[in-house]
């Protein structure tokens, strides 16, 4: 008699805390404050504004743009006014559907955590015959 192999089912809640949404290229504090600044400005931001709003050296501020700029999410674009070159930051339009995205997870993160906030959600002590390592 040939053996059967049970297959084993995913509970409905698998993964539920997994946070796929997450995007790695947003999820880091410089590039989310960079992103959510030249959200709040579609026609972008002048670097040196960026700098400012968001707290960043030139070079970081370089790097972070660079690290979005590859990943699609921004547009850096080289000009002159008044004979001095400017350097203007903006979202691209897939940048600011995958920002919008990246915020609705986070924000569906937040709601996972706030009713747990206010109690903390841990208990005094280990279940009986539990020990803490």
């Not at 192999?5 to 989310?32: C, I, N, Q, S, V």
């Not at 600044?37 to 050296?57: I, M, Q, V, Y």
Request: hydrophobic share 35%; with cysteine.
């Amino acid at each position: 008699m040939p053996t059967t192999r049970k297959t084993r089912t995913r509970p409905p809640d698998a993964g539920r805390f997994a946070y796929e949404g997450l995007d790695r290229a947003l999820h880091e504090r410089a590039r989310l404050g960079i992103m959510s600044s030249l959200l709040a400005r579609p026609e972008g931001r002048l670097f040196s504004d960026l700098k400012h709003l968001c707290g960043l050296t030139d070079g970081n501020l370089s790097r972070h743009l660079e690290v979005l700029r590859r990943a699609g999410l921004v547009e850096v674009w080289k000009g002159f006014d008044h004979h001095r070159p400017q350097t203007l930051c903006r979202l691209s339009a897939d940048g600011s559907r995958r920002f919008v995205a990246y915020l609705q997870e986070l924000q569906r993160v937040c709601l996972d955590a706030a009713p747990h906030v206010a109690t903390r959600a841990r208990p005094r002590h280990p279940p009986k015959g539990w020990t803490v390592s």
